[in-house]
């Protein structure tokens, strides 16, 4: 159906998209396998598939090209909760670093919920990102 409007499907990603509901795949492999590159892409959530214990890289090369737009937020470390980019445990530099293999083209900074206010929240993001080159 996109194809026959023209628009490009992408898909946005939670945890348990990755947990299996068989033996051999789980919801995104489902989605990727079986929709073509052309006109489904992902939006991939970086914290929802660190959650779930899996490197975003296995991804990029299982499906190049398919991860055109990233959601960035970081996790803190043990209780898994969100925190602000720079302050938790996902490495952005790697993930990054492998940005032409996932094809990307946009990403954003999404805060779901924080200890701290909202304003100096997005402060703390802004100022790592800023501070790091390999976010541009």
Known sequence: MTKQVGI?????????EFEKFDESQNVSDFILKN??????????DLYWISKAGIDPLTYFEKYPKRFPLWHIKDMKDGTKDFAEIGNGIINFKRIFEAGEKAELQHWFVEQDSSDKDIFESIAISKKYILDHSYFK
């Open 8 to 16: 490009q499907f992408a898909y946005h990603n939670h945890d348990f």
């Open 35 to 44: 929709s073509s590159p052309e006109w489904v892409k992902m939006e991939l």
